[in-house]
């Protein structure tokens, strides 16, 4: 079963240590990332069973909230 990765991409803060957060292709984008370093998106595997085609969740918001935006330009 695939897990979430995002508390070991180097754009991880402590800050989102602290508030536990994690699953930012499904929850969207946090207060704790003002830059995306790294981003390790591309190789979650779990968000390749979700089926997920955007990255740099933590700094633009979820797989869906992208979408929307990208139909919406």
């Known amino acids: 079963m695939a897990s979430c ?3 070991t ?3 991880f803060t402590n800050g989102a240590k602290t508030a536990n957060e994690n699953s930012y292709c499904s929850h969207g984008s946090s ?3 003002s830059v995306s370093k790294n ?3 591309p190789t979650c595997d ?3 069973q ?3 085609s955007h990255m740099q969740f933590c700094t633009k ?3 869906k909230s992208q979408k ?3 139909t919406h330009k």
């Open 5 to 7: 990765i995002c508390n």
């Open 9 to 11: 991409c180097t754009s």
């Open 31 to 33: 207060f704790q990332f």
């Open 39 to 41: 981003c390790k998106c």
């Open 46 to 48: 779990l968000g390749k």
């Open 50 to 52: 979700a089926g997920v």
């Open 61 to 63: 918001g979820s797989d």
């Open 68 to 70: 929307f935006d990208d």
